[in-house]
């Protein structure tokens, strides 16, 4: 196959996978932020999944756990040192009713903390 100037294309091949329901994927990157921060998660309201950034200007210990509404603790997603970064987090709940759930970010003194909205 060639573009519009004739010069031929490379072949294109994709490749997909799945995840489980109720895994939690967590990705780096390599830009060092200035902040402790925790995106909002998108989308918001959800179904089967969201995605949360994390920012994170040094090394640290994190945590990152959801909770329901009444303050009872769901599940935690990341546990463990860090190095400093952006992270991307995407959590898959199971068996979870729709509500309004919070997302915590907590390390040393800093905490932050998100609403999610889950959806059935």
Same mark, same amino acid.
């Given at each position: ?20 329901? @109720? ?7 390599? &830009? =060092?932020? /200035?902040?402790?921060? $925790? ?40 546990? @463990? ?7 991307? &987090? =995407?959590? /898959?709940?199971?068996? $979870? ?24």
């Amino acid at each position: 196959m060639a573009d519009i100037e004739g010069r031929p294309n490379p072949p294109i091949s994709w490749s997909f996978s799945g995840f489980p329901v @109720g895994c939690v994927e967590e990705t780096p990157t390599e &830009v =060092i932020p /200035r902040v402790f921060h $925790l995106s909002r998660n998108f989308p918001n309201p959800f179904n089967e999944a969201t995605t949360f950034f994390y920012s994170l200007p040094e090394a640290r210990r994190i945590i990152l756990e959801v909770y329901d509404i009444k303050g009872q603790f769901v599940e935690r997603l990341v546990d @463990g040192p860090r190095k400093p970064g952006t992270y991307r &987090v =995407i959590w /898959r709940p199971e068996g $979870l009713a729709s509500g309004l759930y919070l997302c915590v970010l907590r390390s040393g003194g800093d905490m932050q903390v998100r609403k999610l909205v889950l959806v059935k």
